[in-house]
Every structure is written in structure tokens, then in C-alpha cells.
């Protein structure tokens, strides 16, 4: 068995079909992954995203040592509550992890990282952090609902303390407040508007039934990992990992290289990188033929060189199966996949592949 968060019972009690993820006993779906799916990019879905891990960080010097843990620059983050997504690197330039930072207070940040590299990021953390003499608590006591959709923010409103509701509705893309105790973010994984809310765990499992109450519909693991995949949105572990860097993974637009005398982990490595014609391409592939894109899956380019599928699925709103890959570089614009033995036809396309409940590719 293992580990819950504070809505398990509910999941268990909605009938979920549950799974081991990272340790954690998480729903996979509630009947049809693919309702589910639709349901976030014609309506409104929550997840159960209590298995993330919160750390709160706090110091006077708490700024600089963002400046020199992560690869973008918190110095952007102008305003309280302001976020930012970025990778915290090794000193090779291969992530560690991918995470989102919260400015929260002038000398306090909130961090969001995943729940696979748990021990690791913390670890991690805490031995950056001495030098610069900044607190690293981690909130387990906290539970976090993912609410997405078109509709996500009008039917979850109500859940929110009425003091803090009008502002939380005028939130911006990539901020957040707290309201009360919660913590409410206009942020998400799955290329739709919505909120990712952080409360006490206690009061989860009653915003989960109003939730539902409101006609918003409760989704699982598969869900969230094809509505990712649609919106070009990386997964640890599967598009990038310490091996990988940023460069590599599609990652670029996350590394801050101004101002030049910021020196954050891996930053050396990344300037070598940055410059090698031969550095691999981090592409989208729409399927041409019929089949499914799988994880692994060779991707063959002929007369360049073989790379592979990081991520590849059925993509419910499109219609046709869809992939993540890495490449070898040059200037080409289709490729083959190896697929049960036989080569199939790929387009290589700009990503993301949907947006806003919008095909964002010709198909």
C-alpha cells in the first residue's frame, strides 16, 4: 500500500480505479479516461494533486538563492504572487526537477515540485539553502485540488471564502493569493484556464463534494497525462531528467541568461550547450498513419539519424495519436517511427498541439 492523500476515500468511494504513482495510491480514472478528457476542454474537471510537495522558503537572502538554485530569473516575479515555472538544475545541466515558484512575500517564496523526486528535491534544497541561511519547510499538512477547464473558475468560485472571491476571480494567468489559509493559483497542467487551489487537508474533502455538486467532473492520472501531452507540457521522468537539459527538452524559453553575471547550478554546462550545432531537437509528431505513439518508440530520420518518442498517445481531441521526441539535429519536417516492426509516417509539427480547447496544428 501506499501513501494516501486526504481524498482517497473519496476516489475510493466514486468508484476509481486506483494505481500506484511515485508511492502514492492515486486514482487513474473514474469510468472513461476519455470522458474525463473532454470534460476539462468543454467544461470543468478537479484533480486530486495532493500527492505534489509544497515548500515554503523564507530568509532575508531567500531571493539570491533562487537566483542561484534555478535556471530562470525570480527577479521577474515583480508583485506578490506572481509565479514562475522553471527547472532547479545539477551542475551538468541536467534537471533535477521541474517546478513552479510562488512569490509570496518579500522574503518568502512558495515551490510546488513533484511528487516522484520528493526526497531528492528536498535533499537537494536543503543543502543549497545553508549557505544562504533560508528556511526549507515542507507543508505536508496541506492538500491541493487541481480545478481546469473553460469553466473551472465560475463553477469553483463558490468554494471560496466570499472576502476573498472577487479577487481570486480577477486573478491573471500565473499568479496567485491567499485567501484565508488557501493558497489559489490561476495555474495548471493541462493547457486550460482554471486553478490549482493548496488548503488544509481537512477542508478537502468538502470542497471535493461541492465540486462535484457543481457539476464539475472528478478525473484521474490518465487524464491529466493526455491533456498534458496535447498542451506540450513536459513530464518529469519521461521528457527530461538529470541527463537531460532544458536545451534538450524543449526547456529553453526557461533559462534566464540575462543578466550574464548570474551564475545558478549548471549554468557553465548550458553555455557549452547552448552553442553545439548538434544539440537534439525537442519536437511534436502528429501520426500519419494508423497506429498508436508510444513512450520509447524509435523515431527515425533518414539520412540524419535515430531518436525517440518521450512521450506519445491517443490524443482524444484530435483524434489521432500524437507524440513528444527528441531528435537528432537539421532541418527536416518528417520522419518515420518503428512501430511493431513497420515504419510509420510522422509530420513533425509546432506544438502545443492544443490550447484553450483549440487544435492548434493542422491535421
Given amino acids: 500500500m501506499g501513501s494516501k492523500t486526504p481524498l482517497y476515500d473519496k476516489h475510493v468511494e466514486a468508484g476509481a480505479r486506483i494505481v500506484d504513482f511515485g508511492g502514492w495510491d492515486m ?69 533535477i526537477d521541474d517546478l513552479i515558484i510562488y512569490f509570496v512575500g518579500d522574503e518568502d517564496y512558495r515551490l510546488v515540485v513533484n511528487a516522484a523526486t ?147 547550478i549548471g549554468r557553465a554546462a548550458l553555455e557549452t550547450q547552448r552553442n553545439d550545432a548538434q544539440r537534439r531537437r525537442f519536437v511534436g509528431l502528429l501520426l500519419e498513419d494508423k497506429g498508436v505513439l508510444r513512450n520509447h518508440m524509435k523515431v527515425v530520420v533518414a539520412g540524419v539519424g535515430d531518436g525517440e518518442i518521450t512521450s506519445g498517445g491517443f490524443s482524444p481531441t484530435i483524434g489521432r495519436s500524437i507524440a513528444l521526441a527528441r531528435v537528432p539535429a537539421g532541418n527536416y519536417d518528417r520522419a518515420r517511427v518503428e512501430v511493431r516492426g513497420k515504419l510509420l509516417d510522422v509530420r513533425i509539427v509546432k506544438t502545443p498541439f492544443v490550447r484553450n480547447g483549440e487544435i492548434r496544428i493542422d491535421v
Fill in 118 to 264: 520528493r526526497d531528492k528535491d528536498l535533499a537537494w534544497i536543503g543543502r543549497q539553502a545553508e549557505p544562504f541561511d533560508v528556511g526549507v519547510v515542507e507543508r505536508a499538512e496541506l492538500a491541493m485540488i487541481a480545478v481546469q477547464g473553460p469553466r473551472a473558475r465560475e463553477l469553483a468560485a463558490p468554494c471560496v471564502a466570499m472576502e476573498h472571491r472577487d479577487a481570486a476571480l480577477a486573478l491573471k494567468p500565473f499568479n496567485g493569493l491567499f485567501a484565508g489559509d488557501w493558497f489559489v493559483a490561476r495555474t495548471g497542467y493541462t493547457g486550460e484556464d482554471g486553478w490549482e487551489i493548496m488548503l488544509p487537508a481537512a477542508d478537502a474533502p468538502g470542497v471535493w463534494d461541492r465540486l462535484l455538486a457543481a457539476g464539475v467532473v472528478p478525473c484521474g492520472l490518465g487524464a491529466r497525462d493526455t491533456l498534458r501531452l496535447e498542451a506540450a507540457m513536459n513530464l518529469y521522468g519521461s521528457d527530461m531528467d538529470e541527463s537531460i537539459s532544458p536545451l534538450e527538452a524543449g526547456l529553453g524559453w526557461t533559462v534566464a541568461w540575462e543578466p550574464a553575471e548570474r551564475d545558478f
Fill in 27 to 95: 486514482p487513474l480514472h473514474y469510468g472513461s479516461q476519455k470522458e474525463e478528457h473532454h470534460a476539462v476542454r468543454r467544461d470543468a474537471g478537479v484533480f486530486d494533486v495532493s500527492h505534489m510537495t509544497v515548500v515554503d522558503l523564507s530568509g532575508a537572502r531567500v531571493s539570491e538563492f533562487l537566483q542561484y538554485l534555478v535556471a530562470n530569473d525570480v527577479a521577474r516575479l515583480e508583485g506578490h504572487g506572481r509565479a514562475l515555472y522553471t527547472c532547479m538544475l545539477n551542475p551538468d545541466g541536467g534537471v
